[in-house]
């Protein structure tokens, strides 16, 4: 490595894209879930109720994209959209049903198995080396991402 210069941007990327088809395949897939739709359920878990433009600020992607999941999800009784009936009728809500609840419960289930299965092929210290990358990463995230939404030229981004 004399002359070479070691990068820690492209092993990220790589692995990113290898742990999205990971979670995919081994986690959510078997349950019949996958990573946005499991993202939506995990916020209404949490804020209990939500408008898609919420959900859609919070998690990214385009209105047709949400919709198409909120409309995924309400199929499959998960969520349940209503509007609203005092304000404005144009306004919808989004909120976990029980079903959806239940389904929360079973990939908390289907996470603990695999990460058993997973946290076996590890040491201790491997696993503590991990978190601590990890920490460092999403701070560093966390920190640029508020430099560039101090910033003013974020508007030529948007």
């Known amino acids: 490595m004399a002359n070479s210069y070691y990068s820690i941007v492209e092993p990220i990327i790589f692995t990113a894209s290898r742990m999205e088809v990971i979670a995919n395949r081994y986690i959510f897939g078997p349950i019949g879930m996958n990573i946005p739709s499991v993202k939506i359920m995990g916020l209404l878990c949490r804020k209990k109720i939500m408008t898609p433009k919420e959900i859609m600020k919070l998690i990214g ?7 198409q999941r909120l409309d995924s999800l309400e199929k499959k009784r998960y969520i349940k959209m209503h509007k609203d009936s005092i304000d404005d009728k144009r306004k919808v809500f989004v909120e976990l049903t029980t ?15 695999v990460k058993l299965e997973l ?6 210290k491997e696993i ?24 003013k030229c974020k508007k030529l981004f948007q």
């Open 61 to 67: 992607g385009t209105k047709s994209n949400i919709s």
């Open 99 to 113: 079903l959806g609840k239940n389904k929360l419960k079973e990939l908390k289930n289907q996470l603990r198995k």
């Open 119 to 124: 946290e076996s092929n590890f040491t201790r």
């Open 128 to 151: 503590q080396q991990h978190f601590a990358f990890f920490k460092k990463l999403n701070n560093l995230v966390d920190l640029n991402e508020k430099r560039f939404s101090d910033c």
